[in-house]
């Protein structure tokens, strides 16, 4: 296996954490979001996506270790499968992974090179493609 870029994994970061957000913008509660059984499985998905990406943050020093608490929580979904609160992962999401995802994006990363090879492999998407475009707005603004 090839080793990524960093600006890839805080694209994966970013790309996973939009999709989440489509994903649950319908949903009040936890009981709601854990019986709607396409967006709870896309969900836990990213979120292993999330954590993987993060893991690969830290271990390439680009972020402190104090935001191992996020590979924790992928590794806590990922294994504990029927011990999942869904208003626990509602709350991350909606709490937890903003403020992150807000520390990441004011990272001094340049991500135009990230950016284009993102957009060949999510061409097919095209919410993912508005996020690319907007995310190389904000990095061409610096």
Not at 10 to 18: G, S
Not at 39 to 65: S, V
Not at 88 to 104: A, C, G, S
Not at 118 to 135: D, I
């Amino acid at each position: 296996m090839s080793k990524r870029e960093p600006a890839l994994y805080l694209l994966d970061v970013l790309i996973a954490y939009e999709k989440i957000l489509r994903y649950t913008e319908n949903f009040e509660d936890g009981d709601a979001f854990l019986h709607s059984e396409l967006e709870w499985d896309a969900t836990i998905r990213e979120l292993e996506i999330i954590g993987e990406a993060t893991k690969n943050l830290i271990q390439e020093n680009i972020i402190d270790n104090t935001n191992r608490r996020i590979v924790n929580f992928r590794n806590q979904i990922a294994h504990g499968y029927f011990g999942i609160d869904a208003d626990i992962v509602l709350d991350v999401i909606r709490d937890n992974l903003k403020q992150f995802t807000q520390i990441l994006q004011n990272l001094e990363i340049n991500l135009d090179d990230a950016i284009e090879l993102a957009k060949k492999e999510h061409a097919y998407n095209k919410n993912t493609l508005k996020l690319l475009e907007l995310l190389k707005e904000k990095s061409n603004a610096r």
